[in-house]
């Protein structure tokens, strides 16, 4: 267990130097952007530049909340900070959200007014940002597998890539082609990804801080487990819930054939602990024996 203590903490300690390395590579990134797009008069530029600097935002948001989950708990905060990240997650799909909606109004506008731009300067500092935010998407994308918060601050870096190399094509064209609208559509089209990936993990995160049943758990299916088991007649009042990426939990009323001892539903419930980790991976739980109670006896039930 100690080792395993220790590797988590490794674990944490890299993820946290990862996303503070991302930080600093997007400030830069940001910075540069910011300059050419005002010289070159590249909204497309300007564009990646305000979002990459809600990457800078989120990384920043998702970075204090990795140091959260590392609190101790305490009497005033039983749980820790451990839900910390799936808050982290929540502000930064609103953020992506807001950041696609100001894009989509400065496209259409600039669409109808199109203005001719360096795409010399335009055509280098994206390629930088391709390479930085290329970079800092190697470094999340293990972690983001596993992890809400992390996914989150990878889905900002990826997005802000993919609209980079937008921005090259539409550097390229406005170079070569004299395309200059080019450079409004690949806005409006940065956003409406953006909004959609958004959405997603709004979404995602909105359900776990509602405390809503996963998506992959089917409720019924747990039940008909458990009630298979001796001795149990029925589980019943069930509550199923994500307290973090890492921790399912099941709370419920488990009705008895028998009136049985502590030590008999110690094994019962060690029987019942290994079933629900082994099938359905819920890692923490909570349940209430009763024996002939009168109460309501529904999987769910309504308070």
Known sequence: MGHTHADNHQHLEMR?????ISILLNILITLAQVIGGLVSGSLSLLSDALHNFSDVISL??????????????SVNRTFGFK???????????ITLIIVALILIKEAVI???????????????????????????????????????NMRSAYLHLLTD????????????????????????????????????VGWDLLKTSTKMIM???????????????????????????????????NELHLEAHLDLYEDISITE????????????????DINHVTIQPEFEKQDPKEVIVQD
């Open 60 to 73: 920043i948001i998702s970075y204090v909340a990795s140091k959260l989950t590392k609190q101790k708990a």
């Open 16 to 20: 946290g130097r990862n996303l503070l």
């Open 211 to 245: 405390l809503f049943t996963p998506d992959h758990i089917d409720i019924e299916e747990v039940v008909k487990t458990v009630n298979k088991i001796p001795k149990v007649k029925k589980l019943h009042h069930v509550h199923i819930w994500n307290l973090s990426d």
């Open 161 to 196: 890539m993919l609209a980079s190399v937008a921005v090259l094509i539409g550097g390229l064209l406005m170079k070569y082609y004299k395309l200059f609208w080019v450079d409004s559509v690949l806005t409006f089209l940065i956003a409406v990804y953006l909004i959609w």
């Open 83 to 93: 839900r910390a990240e799936i808050l982290a997650a929540f502000i930064n799909a």
């Open 265 to 280: 539903f110690d094994s019962l419930l060690t029987t019942i602990e290994q079933v629900l980790h082994d099938e359905f």
């Open 110 to 148: 600039r669409f109808q007014e199109p203005q001719i731009i360096e795409s010399g300067l335009v055509i280098w500092l994206s390629a930088i940002a391709i390479l930085g935010n290329g970079f800092s998407v190697l470094l999340l994308k293990k972690d983001s597998k596993s992890n809400l």
